[in-house]
């Protein structure tokens, strides 16, 4: 759900949460955007939406404040070329993401090859289990359950 913030003119340029019903800092806003809130501002007086102008100064204070959040190369990009520059920038990361995610499976022994491992090493134990039982009815002792000899002590 979208999150209204409503902007009051004069010199203050106030910002207020109709969620909260209080007014809110531009480091409150990054903190919501952050979080994962989408903001839609409106600016009180004429009803149009300011929304970006309102993130573009977040970024700008952020900026100021010594907090980056986009290097130079993709600020020139976004004045040269727009949304489209984001965008390419979004679809490069994800294709290394892909990269790294798919290099990591690919490493990863097959689960069917361990399955089959697994369930070979279980019969391994049974026909071991299977052997002490016989090997101790041909003895003449007594077999205990899981393959396992009753100890019969001298004395």
């Known amino acids: 759900m979208v999150r209204l ?48 102008q309102v993130l573009a100064q977040v970024i700008y204070e952020g900026e100021k404040q010594g907090t980056r959040f986009l290097s130079p190369e993709i600020l020139h990009d976004v004045i040269r070329r727009g949304e489209a520059a984001l965008l390419a920038r979004v679809e490069q990361l994800q294709a290394g993401v892909d990269r790294l995610v ?29 052997s002490l039982v016989a090997l101790e009815r041909e003895r003449g002792g007594a077999a205990r359950p899981g393959g396992r000899r009753k100890r019969v002590r001298s004395g």
């Not at 949460?17 to 952050?34: F, H, I, P």
């Not at 069917?112 to 279980?122: I, M, S, T």
């Open 102 to 130: 798919k290099g990591s499976v690919e490493r990863l022994p097959p689960v069917r090859d361990l399955r089959g491992e697994y369930e070979a090493l279980q019969r391994g134990l049974a026909d071991l289990e299977a």
């Open 5 to 52: 913030i409503k902007r009051y003119g004069g010199g203050s340029r106030k910002l207020y949460d109709t969620e909260e019903s209080r007014y809110v800092s531009l480091d409150e806003l990054a903190g919501l955007v952050r979080a994962g809130q989408e903001l839609r501002v409106v600016d009180s007086a004429s009803g149009e939406d300011v929304t970006g």
